[in-house]
Protein backbone atom coordinates (compact mmCIF):
# COMPACT_ATOMS: atom_id res chain seq x y z
CA UNK A 1 0.00 0.00 0.00
CA UNK A 2 1.36 3.72 -0.90
CA UNK A 3 2.17 5.73 2.32
CA UNK A 4 0.38 8.91 2.50
CA UNK A 5 1.21 12.23 1.45
CA UNK A 6 1.59 14.43 4.20
CA UNK A 7 1.38 17.79 5.89
CA UNK A 8 4.82 18.53 5.06
CA UNK A 9 5.09 16.79 1.79
CA UNK A 10 7.49 13.59 3.56
CA UNK A 11 5.97 10.25 3.60
CA UNK A 12 4.16 8.97 7.26
CA UNK A 13 3.38 4.99 7.77
CA UNK A 14 0.65 3.91 4.89
CA UNK A 15 -3.09 4.35 6.34
CA UNK A 16 -4.59 1.10 7.53
CA UNK A 17 -8.07 0.10 7.15
CA UNK A 18 -9.30 1.71 10.79
CA UNK A 19 -7.38 5.12 9.60
CA UNK A 20 -9.56 4.97 6.15
CA UNK A 21 -12.27 4.42 7.86
CA UNK A 22 -11.76 7.45 9.95
CA UNK A 23 -10.73 9.60 7.33
CA UNK A 24 -14.24 8.49 5.72
CA UNK A 25 -16.39 9.04 9.33
CA UNK A 26 -14.40 12.71 8.79
CA UNK A 27 -15.29 14.23 5.26
CA UNK A 28 -19.26 12.64 6.05
CA UNK A 29 -18.97 14.81 9.26
CA UNK A 30 -17.46 17.85 7.83
CA UNK A 31 -20.07 18.08 5.13
CA UNK A 32 -22.53 16.98 7.77
CA UNK A 33 -21.32 19.75 9.76
CA UNK A 34 -22.19 22.50 7.15
CA UNK A 35 -25.96 21.17 6.03
CA UNK A 36 -26.66 20.98 10.02
CA UNK A 37 -25.21 24.82 10.19
CA UNK A 38 -22.75 23.66 13.12
CA UNK A 39 -20.52 25.54 10.66
CA UNK A 40 -20.29 27.18 7.44
CA UNK A 41 -19.33 30.30 5.25
CA UNK A 42 -22.84 32.08 5.94
CA UNK A 43 -22.80 35.50 7.78
CA UNK A 44 -24.62 33.86 10.05
CA UNK A 45 -23.15 30.71 10.63
CA UNK A 46 -20.14 30.36 13.13
CA UNK A 47 -17.05 30.59 11.76
CA UNK A 48 -15.12 27.46 14.01
CA UNK A 49 -16.14 23.89 15.46
CA UNK A 50 -14.42 21.38 16.78
CA UNK A 51 -15.27 17.68 16.25
CA UNK A 52 -14.94 14.64 17.83
CA UNK A 53 -15.05 10.98 16.98
CA UNK A 54 -16.67 9.12 19.45
CA UNK A 55 -16.77 5.64 17.29
CA UNK A 56 -12.75 6.13 17.15
CA UNK A 57 -12.49 7.38 21.05
CA UNK A 58 -13.96 4.08 21.62
CA UNK A 59 -12.13 2.08 19.30
CA UNK A 60 -8.59 3.46 20.95
CA UNK A 61 -10.28 2.90 24.36
CA UNK A 62 -10.74 -0.79 23.32
CA UNK A 63 -7.26 -0.97 21.42
CA UNK A 64 -5.91 -0.40 24.82
CA UNK A 65 -7.40 -2.79 27.10
CA UNK A 66 -7.26 -5.35 24.57
CA UNK A 67 -3.11 -5.26 23.96
CA UNK A 68 -2.91 -5.36 27.27
CA UNK A 69 -5.21 -8.07 28.42
CA UNK A 70 -3.83 -10.17 25.69
CA UNK A 71 -0.02 -10.07 27.18
CA UNK A 72 -1.01 -10.40 30.84
CA UNK A 73 -1.14 -12.94 32.86
CA UNK A 74 -4.79 -13.92 33.49
CA UNK A 75 -6.50 -12.32 36.46
CA UNK A 76 -3.67 -9.34 36.64
CA UNK A 77 -5.18 -6.36 38.36
CA UNK A 78 -5.29 -3.36 35.42
CA UNK A 79 -6.53 -0.14 35.92
CA UNK A 80 -6.16 2.25 31.97
CA UNK A 81 -6.35 5.94 33.99
CA UNK A 82 -6.49 8.69 30.80
CA UNK A 83 -4.71 11.21 31.58
CA UNK A 84 -7.17 14.18 32.01
CA UNK A 85 -5.09 16.97 30.95
CA UNK A 86 -4.99 15.87 27.05
CA UNK A 87 -8.54 16.36 27.31
CA UNK A 88 -10.37 17.78 29.83
CA UNK A 89 -13.80 17.25 29.24
CA UNK A 90 -16.74 16.01 31.64
CA UNK A 91 -18.38 13.95 28.30
CA UNK A 92 -14.80 12.67 27.06
CA UNK A 93 -14.01 11.28 30.92
CA UNK A 94 -17.63 9.49 30.94
CA UNK A 95 -17.15 8.25 27.39
CA UNK A 96 -13.68 6.55 28.30
CA UNK A 97 -15.63 5.39 31.69
CA UNK A 98 -17.97 3.24 29.77
CA UNK A 99 -15.17 1.29 28.01
CA UNK A 100 -13.58 1.27 31.56
CA UNK A 101 -10.89 3.67 31.41
CA UNK A 102 -10.38 5.92 34.77
CA UNK A 103 -8.55 8.58 35.09
CA UNK A 104 -5.59 10.33 36.04
CA UNK A 105 -5.75 14.03 37.14
CA UNK A 106 -3.02 16.56 38.53
CA UNK A 107 -4.96 19.30 39.76
CA UNK A 108 -7.89 19.46 42.05
CA UNK A 109 -9.60 21.03 38.89
CA UNK A 110 -9.05 17.55 36.93
CA UNK A 111 -10.40 15.86 39.62
CA UNK A 112 -12.96 17.70 40.06
CA UNK A 113 -13.84 17.03 36.28
CA UNK A 114 -13.09 13.20 37.10
CA UNK A 115 -15.62 13.29 40.38
CA UNK A 116 -18.23 14.99 37.84
CA UNK A 117 -17.84 12.29 35.35
CA UNK A 118 -18.65 9.82 37.89
CA UNK A 119 -15.25 8.16 38.05
CA UNK A 120 -15.09 6.18 41.12
CA UNK A 121 -11.96 6.78 43.37
CA UNK A 122 -10.10 3.25 42.79
CA UNK A 123 -10.06 4.09 39.17
CA UNK A 124 -8.62 7.74 39.79
CA UNK A 125 -4.70 8.23 40.30
CA UNK A 126 -3.08 11.76 41.75
CA UNK A 127 0.41 12.74 39.99
CA UNK A 128 1.28 16.31 40.24
CA UNK A 129 4.46 17.50 41.50
CA UNK A 130 2.90 20.51 43.62
CA UNK A 131 0.29 18.55 45.65
CA UNK A 132 -1.11 21.20 48.82
CA UNK A 133 -1.46 19.74 52.02
CA UNK A 134 -4.95 19.88 50.95
CA UNK A 135 -4.96 18.14 48.02
CA UNK A 136 -3.24 15.32 49.87
CA UNK A 137 -5.76 14.92 52.22
CA UNK A 138 -8.90 15.15 50.02
CA UNK A 139 -6.95 12.40 48.13
CA UNK A 140 -6.30 10.05 51.01
CA UNK A 141 -9.93 10.68 52.41
CA UNK A 142 -11.25 9.60 48.87
CA UNK A 143 -9.29 6.66 48.60
CA UNK A 144 -7.64 7.68 45.39
CA UNK A 145 -4.34 6.82 44.59
CA UNK A 146 -1.58 8.93 44.88
CA UNK A 147 1.96 9.13 43.60
CA UNK A 148 4.05 10.86 45.78
CA UNK A 149 6.91 13.20 43.29
CA UNK A 150 9.53 14.09 46.26
CA UNK A 151 11.26 13.62 49.10
CA UNK A 152 9.41 16.64 50.87
CA UNK A 153 6.19 15.43 49.70
CA UNK A 154 6.77 11.87 51.57
CA UNK A 155 7.51 13.61 54.78
CA UNK A 156 4.24 15.40 54.05
CA UNK A 157 2.44 11.74 53.90
CA UNK A 158 3.97 11.04 56.75
CA UNK A 159 2.16 13.21 58.77
CA UNK A 160 -0.57 12.55 57.32
CA UNK A 161 -1.00 9.05 57.85
CA UNK A 162 0.63 9.20 61.03
CA UNK A 163 -2.59 8.34 62.67
CA UNK A 164 -3.94 5.35 60.46
CA UNK A 165 -2.06 3.26 57.80
CA UNK A 166 -3.80 5.11 54.42
CA UNK A 167 -7.04 3.83 52.70
CA UNK A 168 -5.26 4.98 49.08
CA UNK A 169 -2.62 2.93 47.57
CA UNK A 170 -0.07 4.95 48.10
CA UNK A 171 3.60 4.85 45.11
CA UNK A 172 6.41 7.08 44.73
CA UNK A 173 7.35 8.56 41.35
CA UNK A 174 11.03 7.83 40.00
CA UNK A 175 12.98 9.30 37.40
CA UNK A 176 14.77 6.38 35.42
CA UNK A 177 17.05 9.06 33.83
CA UNK A 178 17.29 7.28 30.75
CA UNK A 179 17.42 10.09 28.95
CA UNK A 180 15.48 12.49 26.63
CA UNK A 181 13.07 11.81 23.44
CA UNK A 182 12.96 14.78 20.34
CA UNK A 183 10.88 17.22 22.42
CA UNK A 184 12.80 18.42 25.38
CA UNK A 185 9.63 20.07 26.91
CA UNK A 186 7.86 16.65 27.23
CA UNK A 187 11.05 14.83 28.05
CA UNK A 188 10.18 13.89 32.09
CA UNK A 189 13.20 11.32 32.31
CA UNK A 190 16.09 13.39 31.68
CA UNK A 191 18.96 13.48 34.22
CA UNK A 192 17.93 16.77 35.46
CA UNK A 193 14.28 17.01 34.77
CA UNK A 194 11.76 18.39 37.69
CA UNK A 195 9.42 14.84 37.96
CA UNK A 196 10.22 12.28 40.53
CA UNK A 197 12.87 11.20 42.43
CA UNK A 198 15.78 10.59 40.63
CA UNK A 199 17.60 6.70 40.39
CA UNK A 200 20.96 7.55 39.04
CA UNK A 201 21.73 10.38 41.56
CA UNK A 202 24.43 9.39 44.19
CA UNK A 203 22.46 7.66 46.89
CA UNK A 204 19.53 8.54 46.00
CA UNK A 205 18.64 4.78 44.74
CA UNK A 206 19.36 3.31 48.46
CA UNK A 207 17.95 5.92 50.15
CA UNK A 208 14.56 5.22 48.01
CA UNK A 209 14.47 1.30 49.09
CA UNK A 210 15.40 2.65 52.83
CA UNK A 211 12.02 5.12 52.28
CA UNK A 212 10.34 1.95 51.34
CA UNK A 213 11.27 -0.35 53.86
CA UNK A 214 10.62 2.41 56.54
CA UNK A 215 6.96 2.54 54.65
CA UNK A 216 5.05 -0.49 54.86
CA UNK A 217 2.04 1.50 53.18
CA UNK A 218 3.99 2.19 50.00
CA UNK A 219 2.78 -0.42 47.75
CA UNK A 220 3.47 1.12 44.43
CA UNK A 221 5.91 2.55 41.88
CA UNK A 222 5.29 5.05 38.90
CA UNK A 223 7.07 6.46 35.95
CA UNK A 224 6.35 8.19 33.15
CA UNK A 225 9.27 8.96 30.80
CA UNK A 226 7.95 11.35 28.37
CA UNK A 227 5.03 12.24 26.41
CA UNK A 228 5.04 12.94 22.37
CA UNK A 229 8.97 12.11 20.78
CA UNK A 230 10.01 9.65 23.50
CA UNK A 231 10.86 6.43 21.03
CA UNK A 232 9.11 3.28 22.78
CA UNK A 233 12.55 1.58 23.59
CA UNK A 234 13.44 4.64 25.53
CA UNK A 235 9.81 4.30 27.21
CA UNK A 236 10.58 0.54 28.19
CA UNK A 237 13.58 0.82 29.20
CA UNK A 238 11.79 3.27 32.01
CA UNK A 239 9.64 0.63 32.44
CA UNK A 240 12.46 -2.00 33.34
CA UNK A 241 14.50 0.42 35.45
CA UNK A 242 10.81 0.72 37.28
CA UNK A 243 10.53 -3.06 37.19
CA UNK A 244 14.06 -3.52 38.71
CA UNK A 245 13.75 -1.27 41.60
CA UNK A 246 10.65 -2.94 42.42
CA UNK A 247 12.20 -6.44 42.55
CA UNK A 248 15.30 -5.22 44.67
CA UNK A 249 12.32 -3.86 46.89
CA UNK A 250 10.39 -6.33 47.57
CA UNK A 251 13.86 -8.85 48.02
CA UNK A 252 14.89 -6.30 50.71
CA UNK A 253 11.34 -6.09 52.58
CA UNK A 254 11.52 -9.86 52.70
CA UNK A 255 7.81 -9.91 50.95
CA UNK A 256 6.25 -8.20 47.72
CA UNK A 257 5.97 -4.77 49.67
CA UNK A 258 5.34 -3.22 46.19
CA UNK A 259 2.75 -4.57 44.10
CA UNK A 260 1.62 -2.43 42.03
CA UNK A 261 3.99 -0.87 39.01
CA UNK A 262 2.29 2.53 37.31
CA UNK A 263 3.86 2.65 34.01
CA UNK A 264 2.64 6.12 32.64
CA UNK A 265 1.51 7.03 29.16
CA UNK A 266 3.26 8.64 26.59
CA UNK A 267 2.53 6.52 23.87
CA UNK A 268 3.51 8.86 20.55
CA UNK A 269 0.93 9.50 18.15
CA UNK A 270 1.58 10.13 14.11
CA UNK A 271 0.66 13.58 13.27
CA UNK A 272 1.36 12.46 9.01
CA UNK A 273 -1.14 10.52 8.14
CA UNK A 274 -4.41 8.67 9.46
CA UNK A 275 -2.34 5.20 10.38
CA UNK A 276 -2.32 4.98 13.72
CA UNK A 277 1.56 4.44 15.10
CA UNK A 278 2.48 3.28 17.13
CA UNK A 279 -0.07 1.04 18.15
CA UNK A 280 -1.24 -0.13 21.83
CA UNK A 281 -0.55 -3.81 20.86
CA UNK A 282 3.44 -2.72 19.26
CA UNK A 283 4.17 -0.76 22.33
CA UNK A 284 3.13 -3.89 24.89
CA UNK A 285 5.36 -6.27 22.21
CA UNK A 286 8.53 -3.90 23.23
CA UNK A 287 7.49 -3.84 26.52
CA UNK A 288 7.69 -7.91 26.33
CA UNK A 289 11.24 -7.83 24.82
CA UNK A 290 12.42 -5.30 27.35
CA UNK A 291 10.82 -6.27 30.66
CA UNK A 292 8.91 -10.07 30.18
CA UNK A 293 8.78 -9.84 33.84
CA UNK A 294 5.93 -7.19 33.58
CA UNK A 295 3.13 -9.70 32.22
CA UNK A 296 3.45 -12.30 34.67
CA UNK A 297 1.45 -11.26 37.26
CA UNK A 298 3.41 -10.83 39.90
CA UNK A 299 2.70 -6.91 39.68
CA UNK A 300 -0.73 -5.12 39.03
CA UNK A 301 -0.39 -2.97 36.63
CA UNK A 302 -1.28 1.00 36.36
CA UNK A 303 -1.30 2.96 32.41
CA UNK A 304 -1.74 6.50 32.36
CA UNK A 305 -2.30 6.89 28.32
CA UNK A 306 -3.21 10.46 27.18
CA UNK A 307 -2.94 11.37 23.95
CA UNK A 308 -2.46 8.35 21.68
CA UNK A 309 -6.57 7.70 23.21
CA UNK A 310 -7.43 11.48 22.27
CA UNK A 311 -5.43 12.75 19.57
CA UNK A 312 -6.64 11.21 16.15
CA UNK A 313 -10.16 11.34 17.35
CA UNK A 314 -10.15 15.74 16.83
CA UNK A 315 -10.63 17.09 14.60
CA UNK A 316 -10.72 21.66 14.00
CA UNK A 317 -13.05 22.83 11.00
CA UNK A 318 -12.67 26.64 10.33
CA UNK A 319 -13.81 28.92 8.26
CA UNK A 320 -11.18 30.74 5.58
CA UNK A 321 -12.33 34.22 6.32
CA UNK A 322 -10.00 35.93 3.61
CA UNK A 323 -7.31 35.30 1.52
CA UNK A 324 -4.62 37.70 0.73
CA UNK A 325 -1.20 37.61 -1.41
CA UNK A 326 1.45 39.43 0.68
CA UNK A 327 5.49 40.06 -0.75
CA UNK A 328 5.11 37.02 -2.92
CA UNK A 329 3.04 34.80 -0.29
CA UNK A 330 -0.43 33.62 -0.61
CA UNK A 331 -2.00 33.43 3.13
CA UNK A 332 -5.20 32.32 3.61
CA UNK A 333 -6.87 33.53 6.87
CA UNK A 334 -8.93 31.26 9.19
CA UNK A 335 -10.49 31.33 12.59
CA UNK A 336 -8.26 28.33 13.85
CA UNK A 337 -4.71 29.55 15.31
CA UNK A 338 -2.67 29.81 18.83
CA UNK A 339 -5.87 29.88 20.67
CA UNK A 340 -6.35 25.92 19.52
CA UNK A 341 -2.64 25.22 18.09
CA UNK A 342 -1.23 27.16 20.81
CA UNK A 343 2.44 24.55 20.41
CA UNK A 344 1.98 24.42 16.51
CA UNK A 345 2.05 28.17 16.60
CA UNK A 346 4.70 28.50 19.17
CA UNK A 347 7.08 25.85 18.26
CA UNK A 348 6.06 24.64 14.58
CA UNK A 349 8.88 22.09 14.10
CA UNK A 350 7.98 20.11 16.96
CA UNK A 351 4.17 19.95 16.14
CA UNK A 352 3.17 19.74 12.35
CA UNK A 353 -0.06 19.49 11.73
CA UNK A 354 -2.21 18.43 8.77
CA UNK A 355 -4.31 20.93 6.75
CA UNK A 356 -7.72 19.48 4.77
CA UNK A 357 -9.20 21.53 2.42
CA UNK A 358 -12.62 21.50 1.85
CA UNK A 359 -15.39 24.13 -0.07
CA UNK A 360 -17.49 25.91 1.00
CA UNK A 361 -20.28 23.07 1.11
CA UNK A 362 -18.15 20.75 3.34
CA UNK A 363 -16.71 18.90 0.30
CA UNK A 364 -12.97 17.88 0.22
CA UNK A 365 -11.53 20.85 -2.23
CA UNK A 366 -9.70 20.00 -5.21
CA UNK A 367 -7.39 21.70 -7.54
CA UNK A 368 -3.83 22.39 -8.53
CA UNK A 369 -1.56 22.37 -5.24
CA UNK A 370 -0.27 25.80 -4.80
CA UNK A 371 2.15 26.68 -1.79
CA UNK A 372 -0.03 29.01 0.81
CA UNK A 373 0.30 29.92 5.08
CA UNK A 374 -2.45 29.10 6.66
CA UNK A 375 -3.28 31.59 9.49
CA UNK A 376 -5.05 31.93 12.91
CA UNK A 377 -7.46 35.24 13.89
CA UNK A 378 -5.04 36.28 16.75
CA UNK A 379 -3.01 39.39 16.77
CA UNK A 380 0.48 38.34 16.34
CA UNK A 381 2.39 37.69 12.94
CA UNK A 382 3.56 34.18 14.01
CA UNK A 383 -0.31 32.84 14.25
CA UNK A 384 0.32 30.21 11.72
CA UNK A 385 -0.84 26.77 11.80
CA UNK A 386 0.99 25.96 8.44
CA UNK A 387 3.78 27.92 5.60
CA UNK A 388 3.91 27.45 1.94
CA UNK A 389 2.02 24.29 2.29
CA UNK A 390 1.10 22.80 -0.75
CA UNK A 391 -2.74 23.37 -1.19
CA UNK A 392 -5.21 23.86 -3.58
CA UNK A 393 -5.86 27.32 -3.79
CA UNK A 394 -8.34 28.34 -0.74
CA UNK A 395 -11.02 30.90 -0.70
CA UNK A 396 -13.00 32.91 1.32
CA UNK A 397 -15.78 30.60 2.54
CA UNK A 398 -13.74 27.52 2.18
CA UNK A 399 -13.26 25.71 5.46
CA UNK A 400 -9.75 23.79 6.39
CA UNK A 401 -10.06 20.70 8.88
CA UNK A 402 -7.56 20.23 11.12
CA UNK A 403 -7.08 16.59 12.22
CA UNK A 404 -5.03 14.91 14.92
CA UNK A 405 -6.26 17.38 17.39
CA UNK A 406 -8.23 15.39 19.85
CA UNK A 407 -5.37 16.13 22.69
CA UNK A 408 -3.91 18.89 23.98
CA UNK A 409 -4.99 21.16 21.38
CA UNK A 410 -8.61 22.72 21.40
CA UNK A 411 -9.28 20.78 24.66
CA UNK A 412 -6.21 23.30 25.99
CA UNK A 413 -7.61 26.56 24.67
CA UNK A 414 -5.46 29.44 25.40
CA UNK A 415 -7.24 33.08 25.97
CA UNK A 416 -5.18 35.19 23.83
CA UNK A 417 -6.80 38.21 22.41
CA UNK A 418 -10.09 37.11 24.45
CA UNK A 419 -10.97 34.63 21.53
CA UNK A 420 -13.70 32.20 23.14
CA UNK A 421 -13.56 28.74 23.79
CA UNK A 422 -15.40 26.79 20.38
CA UNK A 423 -18.67 24.30 20.43
CA UNK A 424 -17.03 20.77 20.62
CA UNK A 425 -19.50 18.22 19.00
CA UNK A 426 -19.40 14.88 19.53
CA UNK A 427 -20.44 12.85 16.26
CA UNK A 428 -20.93 9.00 15.42
CA UNK A 429 -22.64 7.64 12.01
CA UNK A 430 -26.10 6.29 12.78
CA UNK A 431 -26.56 5.15 9.03
CA UNK A 432 -23.63 4.30 6.16
CA UNK A 433 -23.87 7.62 5.67
CA UNK A 434 -25.78 9.60 8.26
CA UNK A 435 -24.20 12.19 10.90
CA UNK A 436 -25.66 12.34 14.24
CA UNK A 437 -23.89 15.25 16.46
CA UNK A 438 -24.18 15.92 20.26
CA UNK A 439 -22.94 18.78 22.08
CA UNK A 440 -20.42 18.42 24.57
CA UNK A 441 -19.19 21.53 25.41
CA UNK A 442 -21.14 24.39 24.08
CA UNK A 443 -19.16 27.68 22.75
CA UNK A 444 -18.09 30.13 25.59
CA UNK A 445 -20.24 33.14 25.19
CA UNK A 446 -18.59 36.56 25.08
CA UNK A 447 -20.75 37.31 28.53
CA UNK A 448 -18.62 34.93 30.20
CA UNK A 449 -15.16 36.16 28.23
CA UNK A 450 -16.37 39.82 30.02
CA UNK A 451 -17.46 37.55 33.36
CA UNK A 452 -13.82 35.56 33.85
CA UNK A 453 -12.16 39.10 32.32
CA UNK A 454 -13.40 40.97 36.13
CA UNK A 455 -16.30 42.97 35.09
CA UNK A 456 -17.55 41.88 38.53
CA UNK A 457 -14.52 43.87 39.45
CA UNK A 458 -14.99 46.91 36.81
CA UNK A 459 -14.08 49.70 39.44
CA UNK A 460 -11.01 48.24 41.44
CA UNK A 461 -7.88 49.66 39.97
CA UNK A 462 -9.38 53.25 40.27
C1 LIG B 1 1.04 13.93 30.70
C2 LIG B 1 1.18 12.72 31.51
C3 LIG B 1 0.65 11.51 31.04
C4 LIG B 1 0.06 11.35 29.67
O1 LIG B 1 1.00 11.49 28.64
P1 LIG B 1 0.55 11.21 27.13
O2 LIG B 1 1.76 11.52 26.33
O3 LIG B 1 -0.58 12.14 26.83
O4 LIG B 1 0.15 9.78 27.03
C5 LIG B 1 0.71 10.42 31.89
N1 LIG B 1 1.28 10.51 33.12
C6 LIG B 1 1.79 11.65 33.59
C7 LIG B 1 2.38 11.67 34.93
C8 LIG B 1 1.78 12.79 32.80
O5 LIG B 1 2.31 13.92 33.26
Known amino acids: MASDRTADGSSGPATDEEGRAAARRRDLAVKA??????????ETAEPLVCLLDTAGIRASAKALTSAFAS????????????????APLVPVLRLLADEGIGCEVASPGELALARAAGVAPEATVLDSPAKT????????????????????????????????????????????????????????????????????DPGARAWLVEACLARPWLTRLHAHSG?????????????????????????????????TLDIGGGLPVNFASDATAPTYAQYVEALREAVPALFDGGYGLVTEFGRSLLAKHGLIVARVEYTKATGGRRIAVTHAGVQLATRTVYAPASWPLRILPYDAKG??????????????????????????????????????????????????HYGYNSLPRPAIHGFALTAPDEVHFTLARPAQPLTSIVEESGAAQRDALL
Open 133 to 200: VAELREALDLGIAVNVDSRQELERLDALVSAAPPRSPVGVRVNPQTGAGTIDALSTATATSKFGVPLR
Open 363 to 412: SPLTGPPLAQDVAGPACFAGDLLATARELPELSPGDLIGVPDTGAYFFTA
Open 227 to 259: SQGVPLPLIAQGVRELHALAEEINAAAGRRQVD
Open 71 to 86: ALAPGTPVLHAFAVKA
Open 33 to 42: AVAQGLVGAA
